[in-house]
């Protein structure tokens, strides 16, 4: 229901043994933001009344032609004979397809690696030059990129800046961090140190583009105690600001306010 408050993406959540009936059951709530939850010892009684094509794998054809034999439900395609199965949708389809009705599917469950780099961009609404505006964009992308990251979990090694111009030209540099980080005051001193390097004058700006490298898991990554008391303030006040975040949205905080000072 957050998701779809704050964002407007249709989120429909199946929970079940295996990852057909966990897909089937999403596919069966009406309301957006809806969860259905499916117990092992219910699938067969869940799964049979069903029409055979909203079983999870089903398509128009395979469905077309189970029907036209006088298979409609899922529970009939259950009974039918495995090897009939594969006569009407072939060997491999048939043998998926009759699986499944009986809620076997031993495809086990893995997360997805996390990609390796991240990439938060900006376009000006008019030609920009170097200024308040653009230290001020440069700064909210600093604050997007690392919040995604200490949201996802991880840390960049890297940053790369890119400046595109009127014309379209561009430049690009990359700069490996001192430590890996997903602090802002981190980032951001490197972002600076980037455009800085740039050397810009009279270029024409139409956009930015940030990007961490080399992006690995915030565990695998040591982290020393600092003795800056004012750096340790900033995270504190960091940590707060992603919870606030979370809570209310993203833009609830602007990236300005995430670098006052804190007494």
Do not use: N
Request: net charge positive; proline share 6%; charged share 20%.
């Amino acid at each position: 229901m957050r998701t779809l408050s704050r964002l407007g993406i249709d989120v429909r959540l199946g929970v079940g043994p295996t990852i057909t009936v966990a897909a089937t059951a999403s596919g069966q709530i009406d309301a957006p933001g809806g969860v259905l939850a499916i117990d092992p010892d219910q699938v067969a009684d869940w799964l049979g009344p069903l029409p055979v094509e909203a079983l999870h794998g089903i398509g128009p054809k395979q469905a077309a032609a189970l029907r036209e034999y006088g298979v409609h439900c899922v529970g009939l395609l259950a009974a039918v004979p495995p090897a009939t199965v594969q006569r009407l949708l072939g060997g491999r389809a048939g043998r998926v397809a009759a699986d499944r009705a009986r809620g076997v599917d031993p495809r086990p469950v893995a997360p997805r690696a996390l990609p390796a780099t991240l990439t938060v961009r900006h376009t000006f609404a008019q030609h920009t030059l170097d200024g308040a505006a653009v230290r001020a964009a440069l700064l909210d992308l600093v604050v997007q990129l690392a919040h995604q990251l200490r949201h996802r979990g991880q840390v960049a090694r890297g940053l790369t800046l890119t400046l595109r111009f009127a014309g379209g030209t561009s430049w690009e540099k990359t700069r490996r961090l001192p430590e890996a980080s997903a602090h802002d005051d981190d980032l951001r001193t490197m972002v600076y140190q980037l455009v800085d390097a740039a050397g810009l004058q009279r270029g024409r700006l139409t956009g930015l583009v940030l990007r961490g490298e080399d992006l690995v898991d915030a565990d695998q990554v040591a982290q020393q105690i600092s003795l800056d008391q004012a750096r340790e303030d900033r995270l504190v006040a960091e940590a707060v600001s992603d919870r606030i975040r979370a809570k209310f949205g993203p833009g609830v905080i602007g990236p300005a306010a995430s670098f006052l000072r804190v007494s």
